[in-house]
Nanobody
Framework: QVQLVESGGGLVQAGGSLRLSCAASGRTFSSYAMGWFRQAPGKEREFVAGITWSGDSTSYADSVKGRFTISRDNAKNTVYLQMNSLKPEDTAVYYC?????????????????WGQGTQVTVSS
């Protein structure tokens, strides 16, 4: 069983930065890709960023490319999402998730463990 706990969310002004962390329990963290997703009120959950099991490859949604950076530390069982140049449209609950695969996929159905989410609010 894997448990994922996100932290680092909060309220920030447009143009600001936040760093989200996701701490994982269990022994399988370093074996699978990890992803960050977000869900705004009234909208479907969407892929934000993903990273392979080794951390050597990443993938981003077009809407965050160049502003967000995903990274992982397998020794600490933690994945991060550095968010810069935040915009009001980035406001959402952000979730980390562990994939069933070693490579990144943007499909939520390919992720079998999810955190409880952390709220990010960007004011204009």
């Amino acid at each position: 069983q894997v448990q994922l706990v996100e932290s680092g969310g909060g309220l920030v002004q447009a143009g600001g930065s936040l760093r989200l962390s996701c701490a994982a329990s269990g022994r399988t963290f370093s074996s699978y890709a990890m992803g960050w997703f977000r869900q705004a009120p009234g909208k479907e959950r969407e892929f934000v960023a993903g990273i392979t099991w080794s951390g050597d490859s990443t993938s981003y949604a077009d809407s965050v490319k160049g502003r967000f950076t995903i990274s992982r530390d397998n020794a600490k069982n933690t994945v991060y999402l550095q968010m810069n140049s935040l915009k009001p449209e980035d406001t959402a609950v952000y979730y980390c998730a562990q994939s069933t695969r070693v490579l990144v996929t943007p499909t939520p159905l390919r992720y079998n463990y999810w955190g409880q989410g952390t709220q990010v609010t960007v004011s204009s």
